[in-house]
């Protein structure tokens, strides 16, 4: 051990409490230094994330709103055509659109 005689001038039992003492100290203040100097924090805490939008900006189509839809699919879509659909988490999925005659003999 490195500074192994430092014991034959400090007692262990004045020490070892003050060593891990001061550990705890530093820990403390390194801590409360990030929680005061980051703008992140906060959101982090309540579970947005780090990386979250400030705001999150309303989309519209033909004067429809469209925040918090899966899709929206205009009406001059072919019926068989294959389009990509981004949900509200961020995944995204292949659609193959069908006709409304098609949609009714599969669930009849």
Same mark, same amino acid.
């Given at each position: 051990? +490195? +500074?192994?005689?430092?014991? &034959?001038? %400090?007692?262990?039992?004045?020490?070892?409490?003050?060593?891990?003492?001061?550990?705890?100290?530093?820990?403390?203040?390194? $801590?409360?230094?990030?929680?005061?100097?980051?703008?992140?924090?906060?959101?982090? $805490? /309540?579970?947005?994330?780090?990386?979250?939008?400030?705001?999150?900006?309303?989309?519209?189509?033909?004067? /429809?709103?469209?925040?918090?839809?899966?899709?929206?699919? &205009?009406?001059?879509? *072919?019926?068989?055509? *294959?389009?990509?659909?981004?949900?509200?988490?961020?995944?995204?999925?292949?659609?193959? &659109? /069908?006709?409304?005659? /098609? &949609?009714?003999? %599969?669930?009849?």
């Amino acid at each position: 051990m +490195n +500074n192994a005689k430092v014991w &034959l001038v %400090v007692s262990p039992t004045v020490g070892v409490p003050l060593f891990l003492s001061a550990v705890a100290v530093a820990s403390v203040v390194v $801590h409360v230094g990030i929680i005061k100097n980051t703008t992140w924090i906060e959101s982090y $805490h /309540q579970g947005t994330g780090i990386n979250a939008p400030a705001e999150t900006a309303a989309a519209t189509i033909d004067g /429809q709103d469209l925040t918090a839809k899966a899709s929206y699919v &205009l009406p001059s879509a *072919e019926a068989g055509s *294959e389009i990509s659909v981004i949900m509200p988490d961020g995944t995204v999925a292949k659609a193959i &659109l /069908q006709s409304p005659d /098609q &949609l009714a003999a %599969v669930v009849n």
